[in-house]
């Protein structure tokens, strides 16, 4: 038997070798270098989820190139995140690939800070360049928008990025003067294409405000997050924002003036630096309010406050009442001035600053309404003021970000009637809001402790 030349036998195996570390190079860069999803699964297919982490892996990729900053806004994900931190993990066996930014959806959300959008046409050249189709949404700037001019130039609000039926949704925020971030809505003009994602998915709504961030990894990839994932995910199920209405309220304007008097433009100024100091507070007691009556009226008809009203009203669910509320005002240096009925039944506070008022009222919720109570001191007697149920918007006055009844047309219609347009400054609160009800009257025997005027 001939004798085998180990150098042939050498040479051969360093062949064979290079061949096949060649064709590894050649697979890796056609299937695997290439746009789109090349990991698989243990069947040896792709799945959707391989599909959509390739897909958020080179969108955020591109990102980071840029130096755009992203933080994840998906609720869908954020969801997986604020979960069990062991299911989480069991999860991680299964798809070591992408336990939480691969959802059941083929959406991810991201939001970015606008000031950070440089307007470079090459972020967008370069993912077109990648394989991304996109839809821009944009919108008018309603930092721009005022009583005089009523209308804003575009701004761009949603970028749209869709690669292998995958969407990376980007929002982008914008500052308002009220120190908080603002979205618009996604919304789609006449001429859009509405085949371009499935838009009813696209839950990530309008805010008025983001939390603080952290940078972490999720993946393997570099991400922002909310800092509370579970306070971000509840307050994003009630973040819808409800603009001024400028326009209506420039045509109200110019039938009625405002009132420019000194003393008129004192008490605007005493109202807003009262409605700040009442906002800060209630925060700080993580209480909810939102503008009530003639405060809520004046935001409503005119994007402002009523001169002529000399108070600011606001309005608590009793839900959210706390024993230690009067004690938070007095410590921000409020005076209290009345305190009419208890917890149980018509509660309501008032406070005074530098002679303005601040009435809050508690609200009870009894089946398809709500109401709150008033008393007349002198008599005992009670009232009620009857509401439709609402649910709560943001919305900004006088530079400051507050709630508001989202169906505010309702809201105003049911105290002050279908002439709410019109002002009224001879106001009787007993007898001339629309939902007002007589309510029987408090016993003489617990004034005392019932009708308590400072």
Known sequence: MPRVNRTIVLSLLVISSSVFLLFQLYYYRKYVGKAGPHILSRTGHLTSSDVQWQTVKKFLALAQRFRLPMFLADTAALGLLSQDALRQRDRQVREPHCSFLCTD???????????????????????????????????????????DTLSGEEIPLHFLLRLNGVLSQVVFLYERSGNYLWHGALRLRAHADRSFAPFKMLDYGRHAGVPQLVLTVLDGLDVQVPHNISRFLSEQRHARFLECRYRDAHNFLQLFPDDSSAAAVDFRRKAKSLLHVAARTLALLDIPFWLSSGTCLGWFRQCGIISYSRDVD???????????????????GLSLKHKFGKVEDSLELSFVSDDVKLDIFFF???????????????????FKYVFPRFSLCWAELLELKVRVPCETLDYVTANYGA?????????????????????????????????QVY
């Not at 002002?423 to 402790?449: H, I, L, T």
Request: net charge neutral; aromatic share 14%; no cysteine.
């Open 364 to 382: 009870y919720e009894d089946g398809d309404i709500v109401w709150n109570g008033g008393t007349q001191a002198k008599s005992g007697k009670k």
């Open 314 to 332: 606001v309005g608590i669910f009793i839900r959210d009442f706390r024993w230690d509320i009067v004690a938070a005002f007095r410590n921000a």
């Open 105 to 147: 959806r083929p959406i991810t959300s991201f939001a970015v800070y606008a000031n950070l959008w440089k307007y470079d046409p090459g972020f967008l050249l370069a993912a077109e360049q990648k394989g991304f189709e996109l839809l821009q949404l944009r919108g008018e700037d309603p930092r721009l928008a005022s009583l």
């Open 419 to 451: 002439s709410w347009s019109v002002p009224v400054k001879s106001w009787d609160w007993k007898s001339s809001p629309s939902n007002v009800q007589e309510n029987g009257a408090w016993p003489p025997a617990e004034w005392a402790g019932l009708i």
